[in-house]
């Protein structure tokens, strides 16, 4: 308890209202404090570490946490984030994103910052759906759910955020959920240490606008059901039968070079060709 109040003091900010914004049983305060133990338990600074985040109720993460933080627009964390590292590669850059923000508005962003092995750690809070403004779906709307735009069911295939970002080229892709809370901490403290574009897919529940249409009793229900359904890579592997269950856990971890680390190599090499400084 004394270590939470701690964590408190060291990272929120004070000025901020509280209790967060978030509905009650919304998992992505969950995660705010994944993002946190995260950063501490790897000694970073609090001012080299940037938060970049999008438009959703995942970018209000932002406005609680006393790093550097940029709330940018909808769909393009990334961007900025690429900017900022591209600047300043010294800085930790994080972009915190929903699913919305990341796959659906921001998808063609996210699969060129994987291709180009950016270094920043992308963390979306997947709760399948477009939280903040009401309920619509989204590319990670599982078929046959039920969202405001697909009353009937989702007609479309969800992407597969693993798969995706994998066949982009990223140097790390890991999925965690909110009932896993020690696992995520630990799958966000990897993704921020490795080189390269990493990102870490935190399953979230939202009971108001997913959960309820889904036939989900309540937000404890959803954790219930991230209990039972999510189980980690090695064990899902050896299932005979895999229907209704999720991996969780690290799935690729490649050894690349960032960008900026690329880039400045390049420089280095080119003030050498013409003999001067880079
Ligand atoms: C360019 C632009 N398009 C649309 C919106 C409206 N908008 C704000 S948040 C959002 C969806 C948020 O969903 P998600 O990214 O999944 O995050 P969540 O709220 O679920 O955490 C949309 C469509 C906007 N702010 N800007
Ligand atoms: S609408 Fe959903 S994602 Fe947004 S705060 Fe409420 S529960 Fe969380």
Request: net charge positive; proline share 4%; glycine share 12%.
């Amino acid at each position: 308890m004394a270590e939470i109040t701690q964590l408190i003091h060291q990272y929120l900010r004070h000025n901020k209202k509280f209790p967060l914004v978030f509905c009650p049983g919304c998992g992505h305060g969950i995660v705010l404090g994944s993002l946190v133990r995260s950063v501490h338990a790897l000694g970073l600074p609090k001012d080299d570490v940037v938060i970049v985040a999008g438009i959703g109720c995942s970018g209000r993460i932002a406005a609680y946490v006393d790093f550097n933080t940029v709330h940018t627009t909808h769909g393009r964390a990334l961007t900025v984030a690429t900017g900022i590292k591209m600047a300043n590669p010294k800085l930790t850059v994080i972009a915190v994103m929903g699913d919305g923000d990341a796959f659906s508005i921001g998808g063609n962003h996210l699969i060129h910052a994987a291709r180009r092995n950016i270094g920043v750690t992308a963390l979306v809070l997947n709760n399948f759906i477009y939280g903040m403004t009401g309920g619509q779906c989204s590319s990670t709307t599982p078929e046959g759910a039920y969202s405001h735009t697909c009353p009937q069911g989702q007609l479309e295939s969800a992407f597969d955020i693993v798969e995706l970002t994998r066949a982009a080229g990223a140097a790390g892709v890991s999925r965690g959920t909110v009932y896993h809370v020690k696992e995520l901490d630990a799958l966000m403290a990897e993704a921020i240490s490795r080189p390269g574009f990493n990102l870490v897919e935190a399953l979230t529940p939202c009971f108001t606008q997913y959960g309820r249409g889904n036939g989900f009793k309540s937000a404890v229900e959803m954790f219930k059901w991230l209990k039972s359904s999510c189980l980690p890579v090695d064990r899902y592997e050896k299932l005979e039968d895999r229907t209704g269950k999720l991996p969780i856990g690290t799935f690729v971890r490649r050894d690349v070079d960032g960008l900026e680390t690329r880039w400045a190599n390049m420089r280095q090499a080119l003030a050498a060709k013409k003999g001067g400084a880079a």
